[in-house]
């Protein structure tokens, strides 16, 4: 059983910065997708960026050329780097780990979920 724990979440004005963290258990973080979601109230769950075990990245259309994921194997970590936050990036955010070294997709496991509020 892998257990994932976010920290870093928060309330930012818009236009703002905030750097999310994942840490993993377990001796094979380095062989697995790693992936943020998110979900807003009344909305379903989607998926925000993902990352290879090489470090491939993937990002949704909403977030590109913001947000940034990446990876920290000797860490056991994944981040996701959230600039010029929007009131639309307001969600709670998830962190997962795939079920292959490639795919995002179809998490294997699921953190609790760290709040991020986008608001003046």
């Known amino acids: 059983q892998v257990q994932l724990v976010e920290s870093g979440g928060g309330l930012v004005q818009p236009g703002g910065s905030l750097r999310l963290s994942c840490a993993a258990s377990?001796?094979?973080?380095?062989?697995?997708?790693m992936g943020w979601y998110r979900q807003a109230p009344g909305k379903l769950r989607e998926l925000v960026a993902g990352?290879?075990?090489?470090?491939?990245?993937n990002y949704a259309d909403s977030v590109k050329g913001r947000f940034t994921i990446s990876r920290d194997n000797a860490k056991n970590t994944v981040y996701l780097q959230m600039n010029s936050l929007k009131p639309e990036d307001t969600a709670v955010y998830y962190c997962?780990?795939?079920?292959?070294?490639?795919?995002?997709?179809?998490?294997?496991?699921w953190g609790q979920g760290t709040q991020v509020t986008v608001s003046s």
């Open positions: 997962s780990q795939g079920k292959d070294s490639f795919s995002s997709r179809d998490p294997a496991y």
């Open positions: 377990g001796s094979f973080f380095r062989l697995y997708a």
């Open positions: 990352i290879t075990n090489g470090g491939g990245t």
